[in-house]
């Protein structure tokens, strides 16, 4: 379960600071599909930046498990990040000079998995995400958007993560693809019981989540959920 | 995949980028191995020349220069102290004396002439007319025959005197030094004069001698000499273990002041003691000179090696910084990154470090001569004003000698010149890669949210 209490993210701007996320409180059960909606400066990356221990909060605590991750330190952290993290981003931020294998291998290399288990895994979780028949050899310049992003979510889940943090993961695809995209993270949540948290622009989108935050300003101005998942 | 093979294949992301650094450290390095190459030639040299040249001190009798002044001669306890003092390799000794007609059964190859006279005259040496010319034809003055020089050595080196440089064989051979046989060797002179070949035999110290050599050294002077045997001359002469001049070699001219010293403390007023350390440093200097240029120049390129590579690594880093942030996000370690653009470092200083080896093999013989040429050739000009007389005519002919010796340089590139070369590659590799580790230390994972 993911606890987040009272949390505040403030930057420095000039001699003067910018709040960005305002003394936040909210609760995501295990293996929900929740997004995250807002405009633009909202605050919804720094939020996700928050949950994934990319960036640490002002005050306050997020609690994964009963563990305040704003209190663990670099080590941990880099622990945290590789095992119990799994980022998809807009720019889906693939190396792209390693392959899709490669790329899907990384965070199970950086997790001391032994090299014959990675390919194995990676090439299973590719085929998952219907990435196979060659396509896996490919570097990402050589690949679609959406392609791209279905190896982002395939090395997202290398390791087998408790949560799933997507920033914007349909926001540079095609309809077609994004709805894909979609559907692999909501399959993700509800066969393999990871929680996976998205933000987005596309309230299509987030009306099909479990839950749904809208972001203002660094506070939830609006909080829906589904009776039924 | 592991951190090196992906840091290797990262310095081939951009080919373009990589060969043109490569081309770039490739010359630095090569720089490096060249002025290795030609520091160690030249250190090389330098001690061949300090264990070579200008490495001898001259001990003679208090007083004594050749058969002017007076005193007594060195003996063999002056000698045996000379011997126990540290970095004395080795002794040449010469006593030498004069025959005249009623000792030898050789007349002098030169004719008194006028300077002859007036130097018998005024040297006080006493001398035995030849027989039926006791009186000019104007029955007022006197004329003599010079005498015959003869020098006992142990070492036969020293034969030709001055002129051992220019000396050549035109008949048989050096005696055995160590002997104490009734052999001898003369200059041309002196055997034409007496109408000698070798195997004829000669008269001294009522003893008969064999001639077993004949040298040429070109001047009439040094061809006018007699040598025989030292320990030979000694037990005629009755001056047993007594020398007149004991050439002391040292192993190093580095050490020449220090046994100098010795010497003078040992012997104290008993001898004149003289050594060659103005030719020892003449010689040396232009090469000094080559070795610091050499220095200087490996060290420039060292650091601008280290630059090029610090630069590079530094627009890398800033370019990948969102890759960076992006493998932090995924659960890499600052260190594991690090590593990683390390290896990247090494990939680019290696590619430099071969090409740079042939660079280096090539250009260090052109190099090393130039900079011994350039040096040598400023020496000599610096002497210029002192070769018209006086005291720089010394200077000149050690110049020369310097000059002489500095050629023929080897300036190879060896196992130690490469082992030499790959350290100064890993040194450059790390010090181009401490600051931008420094910068991916400080890259923060949130980085990786950025969209550009």
């Known amino acids: 379960m993911l606890v987040v209490t009272d949390v505040k993210k403030q930057f420095t701007q000039g001699e003067g600071t910018v709040t960005a996320i305002n003394s936040l409180s909210f609760t995501v059960d295990d293996g929900s599909f929740v997004s995250i909606i807002g405009k633009s400066g909202s605050g919804k990356s720094t939020l996700l930046g928050l949950l994934g221990a990319l960036d640490s909060p002002t005050s306050g605590s997020i609690e994964i498990d009963g563990t305040d991750i704003a209190k663990l330190h670099d080590h941990k952290l880099i622990q945290y990040r590789n095992k119990s993290i799994g980022f998809v981003f807009q720019n889906y931020n693939l190396i792209p000079n390693l392959t899709a294998i490669e790329n899907v291998m990384l965070p199970m290399e950086f997790a001391g998995v032994p090299a014959s288990k990675r390919r194995e895994r990676a090439i299973e979780l590719l085929a998952e995400v219907g990435i196979a028949d060659g396509k896996e050899d490919r570097k990402p310049g050589k690949m679609s958007g959406g392609e791209q992003q279905r190896v982002s979510i395939a090395r997202a889940l290398a390791n087998k993560p408790k949560l799933i943090l997507a920033d914007e993961p349909t926001g540079n695809l095609d309809s077609e693809n994004g709805r894909m995209v979609f559907d692999l993270l909501h399959n993700l949540a509800r066969t393999q019981k990871t929680t996976v948290i998205v933000v987005t622009h596309d309230l299509d989108i987030a009306g099909r989540t479990d839950q749904t935050f809208s972001l203002k300003d660094g506070t939830f101005t609006t909080e829906k959920s589904k009776t039924t998942r | 995949m592991n951190i090196i093979s992906r840091g290797i294949r990262n310095a081939f992301r951009n080919t373009i980028r990589t060969g043109s650094i490569v081309v770039i450290l490739a010359l630095s390095i090569g720089l490096i191995i060249a002025m290795l190459a030609a520091r160690q030639g030249v250190n090389d040299k330098i001690e061949t020349i300090k264990a070579s040249s200008g490495n001898t001190i001259t001990v003679s009798p208090a007083g004594v220069r050749g058969f002017e002044g007076g005193g007594d001669p060195l003996t063999e306890d002056d000698l045996a102290s000379i011997t126990s003092i540290d970095h004395v390799t080795g002794i040449i ?360």
């Open chain 2, 93 to 452: 000794e010469t006593l030498s004396d004069r025959l005249t007609t009623d000792d030898t059964s050789l007349n002098s190859a030169v004719e008194a002439g006028a300077l002859g006279e007036r130097n018998a005259d005024t040297s006080g040496v006493s001398f035995t007319p030849p027989a039926g010319n006791m009186g000019s034809s104007d029955g007022g003055g006197r004329s003599f025959t010079p005498s015959v020089q003869v020098t006992g050595t142990n070492n036969t080196t020293t034969i030709g005197g001055s002129s051992t440089a220019s000396l050549t064989w035109t008949a048989g051979e050096a005696f055995d030094a160590t002997s104490s046989d009734a052999v001898a060797v003369m200059g041309t002179s002196l055997a034409e004069a007496n109408d000698l070949s070798v195997g004829d035999t000669f008269t001294a110290y009522d003893t008969t001698f064999t001639v077993v050599g004949i040298y040429d050294t070109g001047n009439t002077f040094d061809n006018n000499y007699l040598y025989i045997p030292l320990a030979t001359l000694q037990s005629l002469s009755d001056q047993e273990g007594n020398v007149t001049s004991a050439t002391v070699t040292v192993d190093s001219s580095d050490n020449l002041a220090t046994v100098t010293t010795a010497i003078e403390t040992a012997l104290g007023d008993t001898a004149d003691v003289t050594n060659s350390q103005d030719t020892a440093d003449a010689t040396t200097e232009p090469l000094a000179s080559v070795a610091s240029i050499a220095l200087f120049s490996l060290i420039g390129a060292l650091v601008a090696g280290a630059v090029i590579i610090l630069l590079t690594m530094l627009m890398i880093v800033r370019e990948r910084r969102r890759e960076i942030g992006v493998m932090k996000a995924i659960g890499a370690s600052n260190l594991s990154i690090m590593w990683q653009f390390i290896v990247e470092s090494l990939t680019l200083t290696t590619l430099g470090l071969i090409v740079g080896t042939l660079i280096g093999v090539a250009a260090a013989t052109p190099l090393t001569n130039a900079l011994v040429d350039n040096s040598s050739t400023s020496t000599t000009t610096s002497t210029t004003p002192g070769m018209m007389g006086g005291p720089g005519g010394g200077f000149r002919r050690a110049s020369q000698a310097s000059t002489q010796a500095i050629q023929n340089i080897q300036s190879s590139v060896g196992t130690t010149t490469l082992a030499y070369g790959l350290g100064a590659t890993l040194l450059i590799a790390i010090l181009g890669s401490a600051v931008p580790s420094l910068m991916i230390s400080k890259i923060k994972p949130a980085d990786a949210m950025r969209n550009e």
